[in-house]
Each structure stands twice: as structure tokens, then as C-alpha cells.
């Protein structure tokens, strides 16, 4: 069982907007801004696509975006291309021990 | 561009020492960053390990502290994971990756490698 919470699996239709969900605790993202989420694709490295809870690293689409609700972290991918059919998972700063969380994973698929 | 490959045996039998290696080519490991493992076990979520940091700051999750040692070859530029007495509960894929501890990311990983713990 991991220690933030996703849904197993997405989908949605190319050119509309999904969203997943991350959801902890008030240790960690519900107080702290170290959030980030980061894309998978079979066979390959992840691949971060956003951080502190909102931030797009150098490269990566606009297409994504993050945001956060209470206890509860969302990656939102909007205009969906097949490409983005992949795996998503989040990952948090908590101040249990570890200090570093992760989600379970999120596939996604394009329908 | 950094680049990461972990590299070892896919399979381990119980009670015996799992050691991985990761060599790290775009970037000298002992410049400076903070370097480490992660894992995830079938079908459930990552797990931090451990990182180093220069060769000497170590830093491990506590359930895993007594069992692993991360080290550093700088000569080689590459990490080292070992983990003695290995259980079922060790089978996973093993991550290796830039650590930056400023937002709390991960900003390179290897693909990752499979390590089934089986007699």
C-alpha cells in the first residue's frame, strides 16, 4: 500500500482534459509544496513533468499543469495526444520518516 | 544530458546479498548532487532507499537502514546499492537517480532493473 493514494487508471479522448488525483495527509501535502509528478512510459525512465506542486521543469508541455486542494494533489493533462498514454505517479516531502513519499501510479490511457 | 543505467543480477536467492550498480555518464557523481536508489515492489508504489552525497553523506530509509549500503566509485563514475539478506519481499524493480532535495525531486533516473529474490 503506498502512502499517498492515485487511481489505478484514466482515460480520456484526444484533444479533451483528464486530471489525477494524489491524495495524502496534512504531513505532507496538504502543508508542504513539495509536490511533484513525473510520466513513465514502458521500458522507460520516468520523467519529471511537474514540481512543487506547479512548476513545469524546462521542457516539458504546457499541456501539463498541477495544483493542489487540501490534502489532495492533481496533474492535469489538457489537449491529450496518444503520446501521452503512459503512467503517471506523484510523489511528496513529509515530515514522517522517510521524508519522501510516492504514489502508487496512475496509467493513462488515450482513448 | 545525464544519463543513468542500473546494471546486475536479475535474480537472487534468499538470504543472500542483492548489489546493484549504476553508472552515470553526462555528469562526474562526485561534483556534487546527492545520488540514490529507489524501488518498486509488483504492483505496488515506490519506496525510497537511500541516497549519497560526495562520496561520504549517506542517508537511508529507516526500515531498510540495517540492511543497505549505498557507496560511490568516482574513479568508475558509478553507485553501488547492496542489500544483505534478502527476503521475497526485496523482488522489485530498482531505481537509481539524481536526487535534489531542494523540492524534493527526482530530475534523472535510470530505466530501471528487476530483481527477483527466489531460491
Known amino acids: 500500500q503506498s502512502a499517498l493514494t492515485q487511481p489505478a487508471s484514466v482515460s480520456g479522448s484526444p484533444g479533451r482534459s483528464i486530471t489525477i488525483s494524489c491524495t495524502g495527509t496534512?504531513?505532507?501535502?496538504?502543508?508542504?509544496?513539495?509536490v511533484s509528478w513525473y510520466q513513465q512510459h514502458p521500458g522507460r525512465a520516468p520523467r519529471l513533468v511537474i514540481y512543487n506542486i506547479n512548476e513545469r521543469p524546462s521542457g516539458v508541455s504546457s499541456r501539463f499543469s498541477g495544483s493542489r486542494s487540501g490534502n489532495t494533489a492533481f496533474l492535469t493533462i489538457s489537449g491529450l495526444q496518444a503520446v501521452d498514454e503512459s503512467h503517471f505517479f506523484c510523489s511528496s516531502y513529509t515530515r514522517s520518516s522517510p521524508s519522501w513519499v510516492f504514489g502508487g501510479g496512475t496509467k493513462l490511457t488515450v482513448l | 544530458q545525464v544519463h543513468l543505467q542500473e546494471s546486475g543480477p536479475g535474480l537472487v536467492k534468499p538470504s543472500e546479498t542483492l548489489s546493484l550498480s549504476c553508472g552515470v555518464s553526462g555528469y562526474s557523481i562526485g561534483s556534487g548532487w546527492y545520488w540514490g536508489w529507489i524501488r518498486q515492489p509488483p504492483g505496488k508504489g515506490l519506496e525510497w532507499i537511500g541516497s549519497?552525497?560526495?562520496?561520504?553523506?549517506?542517508s537511508y530509509s529507516p526500515s531498510l537502514k540495517s540492511r543497505v549500503t549505498i557507496s560511490m566509485d568516482t574513479s568508475e563514475n558509478q553507485l553501488t546499492l547492496k542489500v544483505t539478506f534478502v527476503t521475497a519481499a526485496d523482488t522489485a524493480i530498482y531505481y537509481c537517480?539524481?536526487?535534489?532535495?531542494?523540492?524534493?525531486?527526482?530530475?534523472?533516473w535510470g530505466q530501471g532493473t528487476l530483481v527477483t529474490v527466489t531460491a
Open positions: 537517480g539524481r536526487f535534489n532535495y531542494g523540492p524534493y525531486v527526482i530530475d534523472y
Open positions: 496534512t504531513n505532507d501535502i496538504g502543508t508542504y509544496n513539495f
Open positions: 549519497i552525497y560526495q562520496g561520504r553523506e549517506t
